[in-house]
């Protein structure tokens, strides 16, 4: 299973503060939503200017919003488009999980802030998202782990699976991979 990725730098530890601050507004993305988010702008076909990627991950405070929170969110997508286009994605990209608990000495992650966080940030592009998935059934299987976290529906068709902990393992473990494969299909349309 995937495991949870911690804050690597004293920059993202400052970010995923602000993040998941107890006191911080309801309509702000959780850290792990906001990595999926930036993962999600990074892989925009086209560039999303930053005010407007801002106000979604900040809501309704976003005009309240630190310079510094702005810069740090500013150079947190930077990085995660250099990772995205490094030669070492695989090892480099590490999606920031939630971690919801133990199981025998085994940390139990949740990826569904995550994934909704990468499914919000596709809605600047989803034409272009929904036109590959309906021309290449691989685009469409791609985003069926994200999806499945991401959604309403999604978890409850996990759910309703019978076999939940197994499959959940299997989406999860196939996030990464899904993301850097429709990083490709993304460069080129």
């Not at 310079?67 to 969110?73: C, D, G, S, T």
């Amino acid at each position: 299973m995937a495991e949870e990725e911690q804050p690597a730098s004293p920059e993202e530890e400052e970010l995923a503060a602000f993040f998941d601050d107890e006191d911080a507004p309801e309509d702000r993305m959780t850290f792990s939503a906001f990595d999926g988010f930036a993962t999600g702008i990074a892989l925009a076909p086209e560039a999303v200017p930053q005010a407007a990627w801002v106000a979604v991950a900040l809501g309704e405070a976003a005009d309240e919003a630190p310079p510094r929170v702005i810069e740090l969110m500013a150079h947190y997508v930077d990085e995660m488009r250099s990772v995205l286009d490094s030669t070492d994605v695989s090892e480099r990209f590490v999606p920031v999980f939630d971690l919801v608990g133990e199981d025998d000495g085994e940390e139990l992650v949740s990826p569904s802030d995550w994934c909704a966080g990468f499914l919000i940030a596709t809605e600047f592009y989803r034409d272009t998202l929904d036109a590959l998935a309906e021309t290449n059934d691989e685009v469409a299987e791609l985003l069926v782990p994200i999806i499945s976290f991401g959604t309403d529906e999604g978890l409850d068709a996990l759910e309703e699976s019978g076999d939940e902990d197994s499959l959940a393992d299997e989406l999860i473990d196939a996030i990464q991979p899904s993301v850097i494969a429709l990083r490709g299909y993304l460069r080129s349309a």
